[in-house]
Nanobody, 121 residues
Framework: QVQLVESGGGLVQPGGSLRLSCAAS????????MGWYRQAPGKQRELVAV???????NYVDSVKGRFTISRDNAKNTVYLRMNSLKPEDTAVYYC???????????????WGQGTQVTVSS
């Protein structure tokens, strides 16, 4: 019943910007951490950014100062604003959330389907 749906990916030139969105839906009771991961072809998936339910954030060093993660708890949505994009940012970006759903209220991990971000001139 719970789904995470990403949107906002696309093709941009180096130095450009994109904003990714991820909306969680279903019988959600509460959402703890939400984050963004990315995976480039031939590489391992890496954590890009995470935001806690209280709003604390952490970023991988390579995106610090360029990316901003935020969330709207009323909409069960997490965002990733990406500025000053570089070719090495090219990857499939995956939304992730740890949340509890009704009626069990047991914490589970959920993943979105991924959205492609391509940075190229």
């Amino acid at each position: 019943q719970v789904q995470l749906v990403e949107s906002g990916g696309g093709l941009v030139q180096p130095g450009g910007s994109l904003r990714l969105s991820c909306a969680a839906s279903g019988n959600i009771f509460s959402i703890n951490d939400m984050g963004w991961y990315r995976q480039a072809p031939g590489k391992q998936r890496e954590l890009v950014a995470v935001i806690t339910s209280g709003g604390s954030t952490n970023y991988v060093d390579s995106v610090k100062g360029r990316f901003t993660i935020s969330r709207d708890n009323a909409k069960n949505t997490v965002y990733l604003r990406m500025n000053s994009l570089k070719p090495e940012d090219t990857a499939v970006y995956y939304c992730h959330a740890v949340l509890s759903a009704m009626p069990s209220l047991i914490l589970n991990s959920y993943w979105g389907q991924g959205t492609q971000v391509t940075v190229s001139s």
